[in-house]
């Protein structure tokens, strides 16, 4: 598998020198220090339901948000291995870092790929700050995971554009300050074509937010409904009618990162405490933390391609099918290894298992179903 090649105006930067080591023992004390004072309780799926912009800006006091970005854009323009070392123990700690996430993890990388020089000087910086936040509009009722299917239409008015649709599943609408939103501009051509990427604010006219709770009773998801939403010209996201590649290159970053195997691993850590007097678990454990090792080598070595300025789509998927599968393993073998049953309103395993109970439906579909993903790896790379 071959990653797809960069657009024309993307090109590899020199990165600065960074000690991994030091950095992670860094961010190791930080995050030690925040949970035994009680800052944050660990929790599973920490980086879609733990929702705390006092934390994320706590983050981007210590310059760890945007850490690949350009200097000029808010960055320090470290390599993505710094990032990546960052988020593993983020996600390690099961610290709440959802208010930061989308706009860390992909609209900035979008913006850099794609954006105008306004755009990305404007938004990059905030990013960084954790002044704004971004949900994610893509998913439709009807369409799923099959974005090409995508009919939120946004229909040319004098100064931009008029957006009318409805998108689903969309983390945090109700909390962001702004959006990032794929629609259809044109009905030309192929359904892979006339697609166009927007950015918009959340209290804009037009746009109502609907909760969508999951079986605990917690709010993250939502639907949003566009009623002829005006979107200004310049908000308009890289090539007109191009959004296709975009987000596609956009969902790789989705699916290539260390969240795709350490969403449960705070329950893996209380499975690894349980089972010291079980040995007939031992085997078990210890096959759970060799293929954890193995895709956490995977999750690493997607940190060069994008050093490169390549959109690894294809080992991106390929991660995400076998992290989806391990998280999975980890929720099954916590319920059979653990002596305490699931209690969200519990302490300690209990709780821990609640939590990634409550995630462990949406495994296979968020950043895409596993039929969807297996699909892109049975196609020739671009």
Known sequence: MTAVSTPPDVTATPRAQVDLDQLRREVQTF??????????????????????????????????????????????????AARFVITEE??????????????????????????????????????????????????EPG????????STRAEPVEGGWSVTGTKVWTSHAHRASHGYLLARTSREGSRHQGLTEFVVDMNWPGITVTPILDMLGGHHFNQVVFDQVFVPADRVLGTMGGAW????????????????????????????????DKPHLHGELGEVISRMRTLRRMALALTDSLDRGEAPIQQAAALKIMGTELEQRIVDFAIRALDVEADPAGNGPAALLASALAASPGFTIRGGATAVLLSILAKEPA
């Open 245 to 276: 590649r975009q987000v596609t290159e956009q969902l790789s970053f989705e699916r290539g990162g260390p969240e795709r195997l350490l969403t449960t691993y705070p329950l893996l850590e209380a499975i690894v405490a349980a089972v010291t």
């Open 90 to 139: 983020l996600l390690r700690f099961g610290a709440p870092i959802t208010a930061h996430w989308m706009g860390d993890r992909q609209i900035g990388p979008s913006l850099l790929r794609h954006g105008t020089d306004e755009q990305k000087a404007h938004f990059l910086p905030r990013i960084a700050d954790s002044e704004i936040t971004f949900c994610i509009g893509m998913s």
């Open 31 to 80: 995050l030690t220090d925040a949970r035994d004072r009680g800052r944050f309780t660990p929790m599973c799926d920490g980086w879609l339901r733990g929702f705390d912009l006092a934390f994320s800006r706590e983050l981007s006091a210590r310059g760890w948000l945007g850490v690949t970005w350009p200097v000029e854009y808010g960055g320090r323009n470290w390599p993505n």
């Open 143 to 150: 369409s799923g995971s099959d974005l090409a299917s995508v």
